[in-house]
C-alpha cells in the first residue's frame, strides 16, 4: 500500500519553483507575488491563509496579506481588489472563502482579473478549463493533478469515481479526470446528494480512482472500496475532540484505518490533498506571472 504523502509531492512542486525564483533573483527580476485577503477570524481561514503565505516564502515569492474584520463591506472588498487588479507587482490575488453571509462571493469572485485568478475560480477560467485551454486549474484539483504526476498514477481508461459536485473540488475534479490530458483520460462517474445511497456503494465499489470531496467525516468506509484501488481523499472536517491538544481533531472523508486494508494506494489527512492545494496554488501563481492567458 502507497502512501500518497501530500508532503514529498508538495516538496518536489515547491522544489522546482524555488530554483526558478533563485534564477530569477540571479538575473536582478522580481519575483512572483501572491495578494491573500483575508476576512474575519475563522480558525480554519487563518491557518489556511497562514500557510499559504508561508509556503510563498518557502518558494522565494513575495507576498502579502490583507486582513479585514467581518463587517467589511462589499464595496471595500471589491474597491480593495481593483486596487490589487490595477498592482502591476501582483500576480496573483486570492479571497480566503468562506466570506461573510453579507458579502455576495460570486461577486467578489468575478472582480478579480482573470489574468491574476490564481485560486481558477474565475467563470471565464472555468470556461477556459471545460474548453481544454490552458488557464487557472481550480487549485484543488490542481493540486489532486500533480499527487497523480509525481506518484505516476495511471488514469487513462480508469474508471474514475467523484463524489461532491462542488464549483470549487468535485465538480472541476469530474472535468478534469475525462479531459484529455496525462492525468485525464479515465472514465468518470460523479455522485452527488441525490445519488441514492445503494447506488453510490455499487459506484464506489467499481472505482479504480475514488475522489471524494463531500466535508462528512470517514463517508467513505472500507466496504465501499475495490480493491487495489487509488483513493483521494480531499475532505477536511474538525472534529471536537477534548483529548486533542487544540479541542478538535481534522478527519477526512475516508476512515483511512479501512481504506489502508483495501486500497493500493491512499492520501492523508493531513498531510495529503491540503498540501498540494497550496502546490497547486503556487504553479498557478507562477503561471500568472509568466504569461498572461487575456493580455488585457
Ligand atoms: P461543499 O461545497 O460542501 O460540497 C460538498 C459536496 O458533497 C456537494 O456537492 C454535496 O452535494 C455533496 N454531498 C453532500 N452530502 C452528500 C452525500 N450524502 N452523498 C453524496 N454527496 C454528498 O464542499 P467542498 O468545498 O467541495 O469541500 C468538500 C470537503 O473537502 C470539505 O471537507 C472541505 O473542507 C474539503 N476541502 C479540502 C480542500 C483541501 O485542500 N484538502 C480544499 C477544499 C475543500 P450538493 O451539491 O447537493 O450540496
Excluded: W
Amino acid at each position: 500500500m502507497l502512501v500518497l504523502d501530500g508532503k514529498i509531492a508538495s516538496a518536489a512542486v515547491k522544489a522546482s519553483l524555488l530554483q526558478q525564483t533563485q534564477a530569477l533573483k540571479a538575473a536582478g527580476k522580481r519575483t512572483p507575488h501572491l495578494a491573500a485577503i483575508l476576512v474575519g477570524n475563522n480558525g480554519a481561514s487563518e491557518t489556511y491563509v497562514a500557510s499559504k503565505v508561508k509556503n510563498c516564502e518557502e518558494t522565494g515569492f513575495g507576498s502579502s496579506l490583507i486582513r479585514f474584520g467581518d463587517d467589511v463591506t462589499e464595496s471595500e472588498l471589491l474597491a480593495k481588489i481593483g486596487e490589487l487588479n490595477a498592482d502591476s507587482n501582483v500576480d496573483g490575488i486570492l479571497v480566503q472563502l468562506p466570506l461573510p453571509k453579507h458579502i455576495d462571493d460570486e461577486k467578489i469572485i468575478e472582480a478579480i482579473h482573470p489574468d491574476k485568478d490564481v485560486d481558477g475560480f474565475h467563470p471565464m477560467n472555468i470556461g477556459r478549463m471545460v474548453q481544454g485551454f490552458d488557464t487557472f486549474i481550480p487549485a484543488t484539483p490542481y493540486g489532486v493533478l500533480l499527487m497523480l504526476e509525481h506518484f505516476k498514477i495511471e488514469t487513462k481508461g480508469k474508471h474514475a469515481v467523484v463524489v461532491g459536485r462542488s464549483k470549487i473540488v468535485g465538480r472541476p475534479m469530474s472535468i478534469l479526470l475525462s479531459s484529455g490530458h496525462p492525468q485525464g483520460d479515465a472514465h468518470v462517474t460523479l455522485c452527488h446528494r441525490f445519488t441514492p445511497k445503494e447506488e453510490l456503494i455499487k459506484l464506489t465499489q467499481q472505482a479504480d480512482i475514488l475522489v471524494v470531496a463531500v466535508g462528512i467525516p470517514e463517508f467513505i468506509t472500507g466496504d465501499m472500496i475495490k480493491p487495489g484501488a487509488v483513493i483521494i481523499d480531499v475532505g477536511i472536517t474538525r472534529v471536537e475532540d477534548a483529548t486533542a491538544k487544540k479541542g478538535f481533531r481534522i478527519k477526512g472523508d475516508v476512515n483511512y484505518e479501512q481504506a489502508i486494508t483495501k486500497a493500493s494506494a491512499v492520501t492523508p489527512v493531513p498531510g495529503g490533498v491540503g498540501l498540494m492545494t497550496i502546490a497547486g496554488l503556487l504553479m498557478n501563481t507562477m503561471k500568472a506571472y509568466e504569461g498572461k492567458f487575456y493580455h488585457n
